[in-house]
Every structure is written in structure tokens, then in C-alpha cells.
């Protein structure tokens, strides 16, 4: 029976479980939690997980939360190639390094801009005041020079040398975010766009197309909202999070 692996790819940490499990071949049965309809708070999905978050994997009676957990979960059962967490001590501490690094930058930062530009504006009708978005976009930026200058720029064509590893997969979906809204990160940035270009590559263009078509089509958020008719627990919620 294959494990099953709750996902709404909208989120950046479901892209990543998601690619991983694509190019190593790992079977899976795919669970849609659609978060713009706020089905994460259901019924249903608390009695997989009380976190009501996701990723969520379920390999038989074993239900596990938290994407990088997941992912080396994946690592250690299917035993993927080394390069993707290696054993050598000092590689795999600096994926680690990174995983732990991108919670509150990379991560934190571009999610921001992405519900600024692409999120909040389809909830309440209105555009998020121009000093919030301007100082989130400069957040951002601090973080991506940090990442070119500590984790690209001394260390091979990869975050951990000359093959991609787990901290090249997270990175590639946390970046894309903000590009979902038309933000593109990666101009004046050759070093950042040299390394997309090779990070796609090794992934294949065709499944990372297919993971971020849906944030790629950001811009349909209004039209989803109106169609599904967001619940208003769901969009007070959105709005408080960014007061």
C-alpha cells in the first residue's frame, strides 16, 4: 500500500515532498487539502492531523507533519542517493545549516511578499498599504543576498558542492513564492539565476513546471475565492494574521 502524502502545492513545504517523491520514485497516493477553501480545519483532515497543517505523511498507521521531517523520513525508508542528505558528517550539516537557516528568512520573507502581493489583496478587495509591501520586499532581499553570498557563492554550483541535495530542492520552492506573483527575484541576480537554472534542470523541467503551475496562476486567487466562497472564519483569520 503506498504512503499517502496530504498536499495542497499552493504551499511551499508540499512542493518540496512532492518533487522529492517524483524524482526518486517513491509511490504515493496524493490527498488534496485545498487550503483556499480552508478544508485544513475540517473534520476530516483533524483527525489526520491536530496541527492542521500541511505537508502531512501517512505510511500506514504512522502520520508525520513538518515537510523537512517528512523529507528526511523519505531519505532514511527509500534510501535515496547520498547526494540528497549525505552521510558525510560536514555535507549534511550543511544542509542542515540551510534547512534551519531558511525557517525565518527565506522562507518567513518571501511567504510574506507573496501573501502582500498575491493573497491579501484577493481576501479584502484592497492592496496592502505601499510602506508594509515595500518593507517586506526589502526583507526579502536582505534574505537572498544572504543566500548568494554564504550558501552559493563559495561552495559549488549547489548549496553542498557539485550535486543537488535537500537544501537546493527547499530553497528553488521558497523562492519561487513570491515569483508566483509577478515578483521577479531573480533579475539583477546572476549567481541566483545561474543556480535556478541548474537546480531545474537537475529536477527536470517538465515536474517542476508541474509543481508550480498552480502558483504560477496566482493572479486566479480573486476568481477562486468568489468561486469556492471563502469562509469568514477563514478570511478573518488571513486578515489577522498581517494586522
Known amino acids: 500500500m503506498p504512503l499517502e502524502l496530504y498536499l ?9 515532498v512532492f518533487l522529492f517523491a517524483k ?15 480552508g478544508e485544513q480545519y475540517g473534520e476530516e483532515f ?3 492531523s491536530m496541527i492542521r497543517k500541511v505537508p502531512v505523511l501517512k505510511d500506514g498507521d504512522f502520520i508525520l507533519t513538518e515537510s523537512i521531517a ?14 540528497w542528505y549525505p552521510a558525510d558528517l560536514q555535507k549534511r550539516a ?36 505601499k510602506e508594509k509591501m515595500d518593507a517586506a520586499v526589502e526583507e526579502l532581499n536582505t534574505s537572498l543576498k544572504i543566500f548568494e553570498d554564504k550558501f552559493l557563492q563559495t ?20 523562492i519561487m513564492q513570491p515569483v508566483g506573483t509577478g515578483l ?14 541548474r537546480v531545474k534542470k537537475e529536477i527536470g523541467v517538465e515536474v517542476f513546471d ?12 480573486p476568481q477562486t475565492f468568489e468561486n469556492k466562497g471563502i469562509p469568514e472564519f477563514l478570511k478573518l483569520k488571513i486578515q489577522k494574521m498581517f494586522n
Open 155 to 174: 561552495r559549488g554550483p549547489f548549496v553542498v558542492g557539485d550535486k543537488i541535495s535537500l537544501a537546493d530542492l527547499v530553497a528553488i520552492v521558497e
Open 210 to 221: 508541474e509543481a508550480h503551475k498552480i502558483i504560477m496562476n496566482v493572479d486566479a486567487l
Open 46 to 48: 483533524g483527525k489526520v
Open 94 to 129: 550543511r544542509v542542515d545549516e540551510f534547512l534551519s537557516w531558511q525557517h525565518t528568512n527565506i522562507r518567513a520573507h518571501g511567504s510574506k511578499v507573496f501573501w502582500f502581493r498575491g493573497v491579501l489583496p484577493a481576501v479584502t478587495g484592497s492592496p496592502v498599504p
Open 23 to 37: 524524482l526518486n520514485n517513491i509511490p504515493f497516493e496524493y490527498k488534496t487539502v485545498d487550503l483556499s477553501a
Open 70 to 83: 517528512i523529507l528526511q523520513y523519505l531519505v532514511g525508508k527509500h534510501r535515496t542517493p547520498d547526494h
Open 184 to 197: 521577479d527575484v531573480f533579475q539583477g541576480r546572476p549567481a541566483l539565476s545561474a543556480w535556478r537554472d
Open 8 to 16: 495542497d502545492l499552493h504551499s511551499q513545504p508540499c512542493r518540496s
